[in-house]
């Protein structure tokens, strides 16, 4: 089976425990403003202007963005770090864009990997509806969900539609899955305040299971890539945020009784 994916990063320490391989699906049913891989949003193949480099000189190319690829072949692509899962405690994450979108070819790669006995993860959104969900979370050990607000108006206006179907997702997963972490991109004017935070743990904590948080500043990475793509950045001058900004978020989680996941 086919799936249409944009890239793979090997050796990657920040998308689940120990080192992994992120394989990044492409096709994303929301638009977060603050999007860093704004080239994982459509379900299609994309040019990007990029410069090269050659010697002393740069010049301007192209790259194309988004391939299929057969489950098998990715599979085996991802069994060549086999020894670094195993020394680190990592294995592969699965991410994009919204796996969830492709929920066969997922699956499908999801079970040849524990056939090899990989480690596996899903980093997810969680805004997609599938009738698959229940077999795909019997092949994955870990789930990074991301959380980004407990506020339905505040998720129409900053990332899209589907607020209910994500609730009703991360319920299901809360109940079924082996490990759930909840990843929450720190966002300047969106979540980023002692109010919104506190709305956040309200939320999550309808999940008993859950007691995992991982939470991620704001960076601007992902800027120039809107405008190499012809998009338009929405985040306007908003500045990143560094570990030692967001301490005092992260303090109000400990103090609810949340571990505190960092890589």
């Keep these: ?30 638009r977060c403003r ?3 891989n704004p080239e ?39 069994e060549r770090d086999f020894v670094f899962y195993d020394e680190s405690g990592g294995g ?27 480690q596996t993860c899903i980093d997810t959104a969680g805004a997609v509806n599938t009738t698959l ?5 019997k092949y994955t050990d870990i789930f990074l969900f991301d959380v980004k607000t407990a506020d339905k108006k505040v998720f129409e206006e900053y990332i899209g539609q589907g607020f209910d ?3 009703n ?38 999940f008993p299971a859950i007691n995992e948080v991982s939470l991620l500043p704001f960076h601007r990475t992902g800027a120039d890539k809107y405008k190499r793509l012809g998009k338009t950045w929405k985040m306007n001058d908003a500045k990143n945020l560094q ?4 301490k005092p978020m992260v303090d109000i989680f400990k103090n609810q009784g949340f571990n505190i996941f960092s890589t």
Excluded at 5 to 27: C, E, L, Q
Excluded at 133 to 137: A, N, V, Y
Aim: proline share 5%.
């Design 1 to 30: 089976m086919n799936g249409f994916i944009f890239d793979i990063k090997r050796y990657a320490v920040n998308d689940g425990p120990g080192i992994r391989t992120t394989v990044f699906f492409k096709g994303c049913p929301l």
């Design 34 to 36: 603050w999007c860093h």
């Design 40 to 78: 994982s949003q459509e379900r299609h193949q994309e040019m990007m202007p990029v410069k090269r480099k050659l010697g002393d000189n740069v010049f301007n190319d192209e790259k194309t963005v988004g391939y299929h690829i057969e489950s098998t072949d990715l599979v085996n692509q991802i």
């Design 92 to 118: 592969v994450t699965f991410s994009g864009g919204e796996p969830l979108l492709q929920p066969d070819f997922l699956l499908e790669c999801l079970k040849k990997c524990k056939e090899k006995n990989i």
């Design 133 to 137: 969900i229940d077999e795909i979370i």
């Design 165 to 167: 179907i994500v609730k």
């Design 169 to 206: 997702n991360l319920k299901i997963i809360a109940e079924k899955a082996k490990r759930v972490i909840i990843r929450i991109p720190v966002i300047p004017d969106v979540n980023f305040s002692e109010a919104a935070t506190n709305q956040i743990i309200h939320f999550v904590r309808q």
């Design 243 to 246: 570990q030692e900004d967001i």
